[in-house]
Every structure is written in structure tokens, then in C-alpha cells.
T-cell receptor, first 114, second 114 residues
Framework: DAKTTQPPSMDCAEGRAANLPCNHS???????VYWYRQIHSQGPQYIIH???NNETNEMASLIITEDRKSSTLILPHATLRDTAVYYC???????????????FGKGTLLTVNP | DTEVTQTPKHLVMGMTNKKSLKCEQH?????MYWYKQKAKKPPELMFV???????INESVPSRFSPECPNSSLLNLHLHALQPEDSALYLC?????????????FGPGTRLTVT
């Protein structure tokens, strides 16, 4: 799987948009970008995923650059409950082999401040 | 229902004990996963089951023995563990192991080996 690079930590004010960047410059054509988050001592939670188009759901928006080498997760109105480690992961979704692993990197600790 | 349940929530065991962790999902998912997460580290994949067959073993020591009795259940049998095996053990499931399917995680079992 392609590797990702994320800042180790970010701060955001409550009610403002949180923009979390991720670099994945070696991404392949058969790899999607996934975002998960993990609130302290809980299991990871799926947020969103995409291939090349921008995606939006009830939790967040995912903006992928045209060359697919980077992406940004946007939480439009961050709340205190959004404080968590956010993981950007690129994952093979179709392949002749069986390597469909989800490999977590170190992630970004987002702290939402009142 | 998008819930993955894990029991027990906490487990303390001695190095000579035998215990089992249990994971259950009723989403009709055909892929199930075990991850291990040490403190302040990202989750690491241990095993993948696809259609009740073991498809990935990430070179996990034999003192960890997974079992998938049916499509809804996943067990992790533990025997002769070491103190360094103390960690949060996470179970996850997805519609299939291949394809752009998100994984749903349980809350985890926090294991302490004494």
C-alpha cells in the first residue's frame, strides 16, 4: 500500500471548519483514500472514502487533488466531540492478489478547543 | 444496525491461562478482522477472515489462535501469553475483504497479561 504523511497534531476552534491534510504521493490507480478516526480508548470509526472525485457525507467532506497525490478531510463545524486521532489510509480495492489490508499510519491528533 | 460487539470489555489473565475473545456482527458482512493496538500506537492487523476462511495471518505468534465458527462470529483464543501482549484487541467487519467497503470496528477488549 502507498504510504501517507499527516501532521502529528492540529488544533481547531469549536464551530470552525477543521481541514486535515494528507499526502499520498505514491498512490496507485487501484488504491482508494480512506479516513478513519479514533476517539480516545474507542474503536476506530469510518468517516469517508474516495477514489478521485470529491465526496461528502453527513460527517465530512473529502477533497482529493486532481493528481491524487494529496487529500484533505474537512469537518465543516468542529465540536469538542470531534477531538480524536484522524487516520488517512490508502488501500488497494481491486487486485489479482489478496492484499486488501487497511494499514494505519500514525495519524493526526485533532484537538478541538472551546 | 452497524454494530460490532466485543466481549469481554476488559480481561486480566496470567501467563498460564487460556482465554477467548469474542466478536459478533449481524450486518451480513463476510469479512472479519482482528487488530492489536498497543498504547499510543495505531492499530495493527493480525488476521483476516473472508467467507469464514482465514485469508491473512500477519505472522502472528501461535499463542494467538483465531476461529470463525460462522459468518457472524469471530473468536480469538489466547494461550500462554506474555506481558508484552497486553493491548487493546479490536475486531472489525466489512461487506467483503476486497472492494471499496468500509470496515466497522468494535469497541475492543482491553487485555492485561500479568
Amino acid at each position: 500500500d502507498a504510504k501517507t504523511t499527516q501532521p502529528p497534531s492540529m488544533d481547531c476552534a469549536e464551530g470552525r471548519a477543521a481541514n486535515l491534510p494528507c499526502n499520498h504521493s505514491t498512490i496507485s490507480g487501484n488504491e482508494y483514500v480512506y479516513w478513519y478516526r479514533q476517539i480516545h480508548s474507542q474503536g476506530p470509526q469510518y468517516i469517508i472514502h474516495g477514489l478521485k472525485n470529491n465526496e461528502t457525507n453527513e460527517m465530512a467532506s473529502l477533497i482529493i487533488t486532481e493528481d491524487r497525490k494529496s487529500s484533505t478531510l474537512i469537518l465543516p463545524h468542529a465540536t469538542l466531540r470531534d477531538t480524536a486521532v484522524y487516520y488517512c489510509i490508502v488501500r488497494v480495492v481491486w487486485s489479482g492478489g489478496s492484499n486488501y489490508k487497511l494499514t494505519f499510519g500514525k495519524g493526526t491528533l485533532l484537538t478541538v478547543n472551546p | 444496525d452497524t454494530e460490532v460487539t466485543q466481549t469481554p470489555k476488559h480481561l486480566v489473565m496470567g501467563m498460564t491461562n487460556k482465554k477467548s475473545l469474542k466478536c459478533e456482527q449481524h450486518m451480513g458482512h463476510r469479512a472479519m478482522y482482528w487488530y492489536k493496538q498497543k498504547a499510543k500506537k495505531p492499530p495493527e492487523l493480525m488476521f483476516v477472515y473472508s467467507y469464514e476462511k482465514l485469508s491473512i495471518n500477519e505472522s502472528v505468534p501461535s499463542r494467538f489462535s483465531p476461529e470463525c465458527p460462522n459468518s457472524s462470529l469471530l473468536n480469538l483464543h489466547l494461550h500462554a501469553l506474555q506481558p508484552e501482549d497486553s493491548a487493546l484487541y479490536l475486531c472489525a467487519s466489512s461487506q467483503e475483504s476486497r472492494g471499496p467497503h468500509e470496515q466497522y470496528f468494535g469497541p475492543g477488549t482491553r487485555l492485561t497479561v500479568t
